[in-house]
C-alpha cells in the first residue's frame, strides 16, 4: 500500500493529506500538481545574488544539519543575462533545489567537513514553509535523480498545503530503497516574482524529523497571484 503524506506545519508534525492504496490512486489525488521534468527543461542565465549565482546552505534543527542545499534562480532559456530589473514584463522565473539529505560531500559548502550532520536513512518530503508568492502553477523535480536515488518505484508527488506553500512528497514504497544519505534530488517550481533574497522557508522532512533552512524567496508583490489557491479550491469538497 502506498501512503502518500505531506508535513504539516513548522513544528514538524505530519499530517496526512491524501492516501492511496495503488498507483493509479496516486496520480489522480485532487489536489496534486502535474509534475514537469527538470531533466527536460531549458533555462537561461542564473540570477547572481550577494551570494553569486548560488546559495549553498544547510537544512538543519537543534541537533544537526539534515541536508545541504543548493539553489538558483534561472531566466528563461535564451535569455543571456538574467537582470530583474531589465527583464521584461511578465518573466516566468524558475527557482532551482538541489538537496542532499545529510551532506552533500563537498567540505567547502553546507555541512562541511565537521560532524554535525545527521546519517539520514530516509527523506519523505521537501518543502516550502511560507506560500508560494506568484506560482504560476508549474513545478517539478529531476526524475532521472529520483530514480537514482530511490529505485524504479519512486512516486513523487506535489502539493499545496492550506497556507499555499509547495510540498514535493517522496515515497519510494516498501522496499529497502529508500531517498536517504548523500542523494542528490532536484525540485523546481516557476513563478512571475524574482527573489527578493534568501529566506529561511524551506524544509525536508527525514527520520521522521524536520530541519529548515534558507533559499531564495521571492518580495511580496499584492498584485502576483499563487496558483495554490486555485488549485486547493478545486480539490476542496463541494457542498
Known sequence: MLVLAACGGENGDTA???VATTDGEAA?????????DFGELELGAKIVGPQGPEV???????????ADITSYVACPAGMEQCDPASAPEGTVYTYVHTVYPGEDMDPATGAGDGPDDIDVEMATAFKMIAPALGFTGNAGFSKAGAVAAAGDSVQVVITCDDTGALIWTVNAGDGGNQWEDAEPLTFYWQLTLPPAGPAPHYEIRANGVSGTGNGPYPG??????NACAAINAQAAPQS
Open 16 to 18: 496526512e493529506r491524501e
Open 220 to 225: 511580496v508583490d499584492p498584485g502576483a497571484t
Open 56 to 66: 549553498k546552505t544547510s537544512l538543519s534543527n537543534e541537533a544537526g544539519i539534515l
Open 28 to 36: 489522480a489525488l485532487p489536489d496534486a500538481i502535474d509534475p514537469g
